[in-house]
């Protein structure tokens, strides 16, 4: 039963344009949302978050967005840049949970096309 | 400027063989915690901490044990290696409580295969 879907397994996206990446949870009790950016042979990397009290939270190119009503969120990464090509993982935490008990998605891929 | 540190990076094993990773973070994290990624399906919890002498399962604990004797360091130990845990293992590490701003810190990874 996956909690946290990325139902995009890939994405390709020219230089300069936007990037949406999209995640779908079905567990009501979670309360915060993370996206981590991996890259090749390197562990996932804190990338931005937001709690559930928010519905948009920015941070430089990176916004994300949560409906809670339609349990979705997204991340926009504008505008995109050949750097940002990557694995980028959803993560989802239970509001019963631990800091550190995370149910990730499977992962979009990003290319970054000049 | 370490962070979490994870050895080895990569290792092979045979069926039925015993091996420990390890992970060790200098940030004085009370959370620690390892994940697996297999193809198709993220990252999945293994193993939880949340302070020394203090662990607990997550979601795919079966054929693996942890021990947390210290702050720093928290070991993985495949007792009997099978195939099926040919996989990279990521350990993380974040400080205690649940607030907005608590960030978890990933290691670089350790690629295990199982043949």
């Known amino acids: 039963d996956q909690q946290v879907k990325q139902n995009s397994p890939s994405l390709s996206v020219q230089e300069g344009r936007i990037s949406i990446l999209n995640c779908d949870y079905t567990?009501?009790?979670?309360?915060?949302f993370l996206w981590y950016k991996k890259y090749p042979a390197e562990g996932p990397t804190f990338l931005i978050s937001?709690?559930?009290?928010?519905d948009k939270n920015e941070d430089g190119r990176f916004t994300v967005f949560l409906n809670k009503s339609a349990k979705h969120l997204s991340l926009h990464i504008v505008p995109s840049q050949p750097g940002d090509s990557a694995v980028y993982f959803c993560a989802a935490r239970a509001n019963t949970g631990t800091a550190s008990k995370l149910t990730f998605g499977t992962g979009t891929r990003l290319q970054v096309t000049l | 400027n370490a962070g979490v540190t994870q050895t080895p990076k990569f290792q092979v094993l045979k069926t039925g063989q015993s091996m420990t990773l390890q992970c060790a973070q200098d940030m004085n994290h009370e959370y620690m915690s390892w994940y697996r990624q297999d193809p198709g399906m993220g990252l999945r919890l293994i193993h939880y901490s949340v302070g020394a002498g203090i662990t607990d399962q997550g979601e795919v604990p079966n054929g693996y044990n942890v021990s947390r004797s210290t702050t720093e360091d928290f070991p993985l130990r495949l007792l009997s290696a099978a195939p099926s845990q040919t996989s990279v293992y990521f350990c993380?590490?974040?400080?205690?409580?649940?607030?907005?701003?608590?960030?978890?810190?990933f290691g670089e990874g350790s690629w295990l295969t199982v043949v």
């Open positions: 567990n009501s009790m979670f309360d915060y």
């Open positions: 937001i709690s559930s009290i928010k």
């Open positions: 993380a590490s974040s400080y205690a409580g649940t607030g907005a701003g608590n960030t978890i810190y």
